[in-house]
């Protein structure tokens, strides 16, 4: 009897232990954790309710100023939300400065990276409705870069943000640093290769004030779709040669239905090889889709480039996007092959509307181009040097100096190219330095 009763206390004892450990585990992880004053529960930082939520479950961010670094590491959706009149969360740099947090994947050990939120190796991390502001960082030196959203071998979604005012403290010119977006996954040869992956959704954001990228998609497992978003650069600046969107080393995707203006790096000539600004620039990547953007007031519109060390650039599809006001150099620049371009409306391109660039290393081959409209430009077509073909039919070009010219550069000086006389992909070499856009990694 008294052995019984021992037995029925124990197991009552136990149960009680695991009923207070499953209360206790419902209070530590809600599937709704609230940010501020507008709901419950409640937790003083961006990063306490990331901490404190159920996997799957989502942090509501409450109007107001967050002055922290946020490290998500697994998959929840952090989303603004409005209270009352207001509907602004906004994440601000600490006031003693954002720290290095991480560091870049593309080589190791990487540049080290100050990311103001970055999520790493989830699955599903979904945000919405943040601005993300990258002012008073006191970053003070080229050696660390400011990230607004990092997505380190990480997916999910970003939409209706703001990422501005990621650049280094005033005066330092020509660093390579200060990204709205960034979607990066592992190299080969990185520990983890095998697993990673980065596939993430850019939609309906505004990107602004960025030093050097707005919204990069990087490394050979990383995927993005970049839609309806407005990015704006910085205008004519000493910071960087900026890029509006950059998609590179491997990365695939689609960059669609989007408005990128005001790149431009002020220092740049015609002569200044490497370091120009562009709207899109896709960096040996492949199969990757442009179309639909309206792209304004930069150096290069739409580019495209293989890179003889870190790969191809083949298989764009750059279509129905309309480029206007390109400063010194081409609107779309194919210099990689086997590109489809079509559809495409150009306004007022100093050098060229399209440029099939032969300079990249046995590039400008085996092009679709049909169907563009170019109104106002050096070349209509510059057609590169050498052993260069494809397919050319239904352009349609008024107010352009020269209709067809074989050739890497062209200036108002050119003498006029007759279309009957200088026939498209002409085979004469030409041999010329041409700038472009310089990725960041």
């Not at 124990?10 to 599937?31: E, L, V």
């Not at 620039?281 to 290069?300: A, D, G, M, P, R």
């Amino acid at each position: 009897m008294k052995s019984s009763t021992l037995r029925r206390g124990a197991a009552q004892g136990i149960f009680c232990a695991f009923a207070a450990f499953g209360s206790h585990a419902a209070m530590a992880w809600p599937t709704t954790a609230y940010v501020g004053t507008c709901g419950t529960p409640t937790f003083p930082t961006i990063q306490a309710a990331v901490n404190a939520v159920a996997v799957a479950g989502t942090v509501k961010v409450c109007p107001g100023t967050y002055p922290e670094q946020v490290t998500i590491t697994r998959n929840v959706t952090v989303v603004g939300v409005l209270s009352g009149n207001a509907d602004a969360a906004v994440v601000t740099s600490p006031t003693t400065g954002v720290v290095i947090n991480t560091a870049d994947l593309y080589e190791p050990p990487g540049l080290p990276v100050a990311a103001q939120i970055l999520v790493q190796n989830a699955k599903a991390v979904n945000i919405s409705n943040i601005t993300v502001d990258g002012s008073a960082n006191q970053l003070n030196g080229c050696g660390t870069d400011i990230r607004g959203i990092y997505y380190q071998n990480a997916s999910g979604t970003v939409s209706d943000v703001v990422t501005r005012n990621q650049v280094l403290a005033a005066g330092l010119t020509g660093c390579q640093a200060g990204q709205g977006i960034f979607v990066q996954s592992s190299y080969a040869g990185a520990a983890g290769y095998a697993a990673a992956a980065a596939n993430v959704t850019i939609k309906n954001s505004s990107v602004h004030n960025f030093q050097k990228n707005g919204v990069t998609i990087d490394g050979p497992k990383a995927i993005g779709a970049v839609t309806y978003n407005n990015i704006t650069g910085q205008g004519p600046t000493t910071g960087a040669g900026e890029n509006g969107v950059q998609i590179s080393d491997g990365a695939t995707g689609s960059v669609t239905d989007n408005a990128i203006v005001d790149t431009i790096w002020a220092p740049d000539t015609s002569s200044d090889t490497g370091d120009a600004a562009s709207g899109i620039l896709i960096y040996s990547s492949e199969h990757v889709l442009v179309e639909n953007n309206i792209v304004s007031t930069t150096q290069f519109g739409i580019v495209t480039i293989s890179d003889p060390v870190y790969g191809l650039g083949d298989h764009t599809t750059i279509a129905s996007n309309v480029v206007i006001n390109t400063q010194i150099f081409d609107a779309i620049d194919a210099c990689s092959n086997d590109n489809s371009i079509t559809g495409n409306t150009v306004f007022n391109a100093t050098e060229s509307g399209i440029h099939l660039d032969s300079t990249c290393g046995g590039t400008g081959r085996g092009n679709t181009v049909t169907g563009n409209t170019v109104n106002e430009a050096c070349a209509g077509i510059l057609e590169g040097g050498g052993a260069v073909s494809g397919v050319t039919t239904h352009n349609t070009f008024f107010n352009v100096v020269n209709v067809a010219l074989a050739g890497d550069t062209c200036t108002v000086s050119t003498p006029l190219a007759v279309a009957a006389a200088v026939p498209l992909f002409s085979a004469a070499a030409v041999s010329a330095a041409s700038s472009h856009p310089t990725p960041v990694r």
